[in-house]
């Protein structure tokens, strides 16, 4: 059975870092592209960053470039977003999801999300 289970969120002041980590388990994500999106409240669903390891691609939303990074471990089959220079706006909740490239419309399985959180 499919798993996605994100972790890492929290409180931080701005300016700071955190890093998000994404679990799978029942697949390889060296198999498939993982995506990290985020939700504030009121807001529609953000695209963040992706990565699809079996090519070496990776791509970053507006908010995220020159801030965050992303990166994949396959032995430990889990994603990473390295987040620096942490602003009051980017607080939200962050979800990891896959598909099967970047690109793609489908996202068919979520993790439950972590909150992150950024005084000012």
């Known amino acids: 059975e499919v798993h996605l289970v994100e972790s890492g969120g929290g409180l931080v002041q701005a300016g700071g870092s955190l890093r998000l980590s994404c679990a799978a388990s029942?697949?390889?994500?060296?198999?498939?592209?993982i995506g990290w999106f985020r939700q504030a409240p009121g807001k529609e669903r953000e695209g963040v960053s992706c990565?699809?390891?079996?090519?070496?691609?990776?791509f970053y939303g507006d908010s995220a470039k020159g801030r965050f990074t992303i990166s994949s471990d396959n032995v430990k089959n889990t994603v990473y977003l390295q987040m620096n220079s942490l602003k009051p706006e980017d607080t939200a909740v962050y979800y990891c999801?896959?598909?099967?490239?970047?690109?793609?419309?489908?996202?068919?399985?979520w993790g439950q999300g972590t909150q992150v959180t950024v005084s000012s």
């Open positions: 029942g697949f390889k994500v060296d198999d498939y592209a």
């Open positions: 990565i699809q390891s079996a090519i070496i691609t990776t």
């Open positions: 999801a896959r598909d099967t490239h970047c690109s793609g419309y489908r996202w068919d399985h």
